[in-house]
């Protein structure tokens, strides 16, 4: 998904597309569950109104989830023993469904590393 600087030439080099084509060219479609797409156009008119400088404070600031609650950046067990990472959390990373990721193990630490990504990535 285009952004910032990027997204505003895309835009302007577009002219006058309909917005469907607009929000696709910028990479702000998904897929459904049927296989067909989604366009995101909210994401897409939240990142083109902050790559005009303009927050609207619409939830997807860091450390708010849900309902503006503030993340409490811990995670718990589940009696299954699995362990949970809530939406607002890989939002907050763009990560999208069928992403896959590697599972590194430290010392009483997990670290999830995009497949064919850097472990140096912040």
């Known amino acids: 998904m285009l952004t910032g600087q990027e997204l505003l030439s895309?835009?302007?080099?577009m002219g006058d597309a309909?917005?469907?084509?607009?929000?696709?060219?910028?990479?702000?479609?998904?897929?459904?569950?049927?296989?067909?797409d989604r366009v995101n156009f909210t994401?897409?008119?939240?990142?083109?109104?902050?790559?005009?400088g303009i927050d609207l404070g619409s939830g997807g600031g860091k450390g708010v989830g849900k309902?503006?609650?503030k993340l409490s950046y811990t995670a718990k067990v589940q009696f299954n023993g699995n362990?949970?990472?809530?939406?607002?959390y890989t939002?907050?990373?763009?990560?999208?469904?069928?992403?896959?990721f590697e599972i590194?193990?430290?010392?009483k630490s997990i670290r999830l590393v995009p497949v064919g990504g850097s472990d140096e990535e912040e």
Do not use: I, Q
């Open 10 to 13: 895309k835009v302007k080099e």
């Open 18 to 36: 309909p917005k469907t084509e607009l929000a696709t060219a910028c990479g702000y479609v998904s897929k459904k569950k049927d296989g067909s």
């Open 43 to 52: 994401a897409f008119y939240e990142a083109l109104l902050n790559a005009k």
């Open 67 to 69: 309902g503006g609650r």
């Open 83 to 88: 362990l949970m990472v809530g939406k607002a």
């Open 91 to 100: 939002a907050m990373l763009g990560l999208e469904p069928g992403m896959e």
């Open 104 to 107: 590194k193990l430290g010392r």
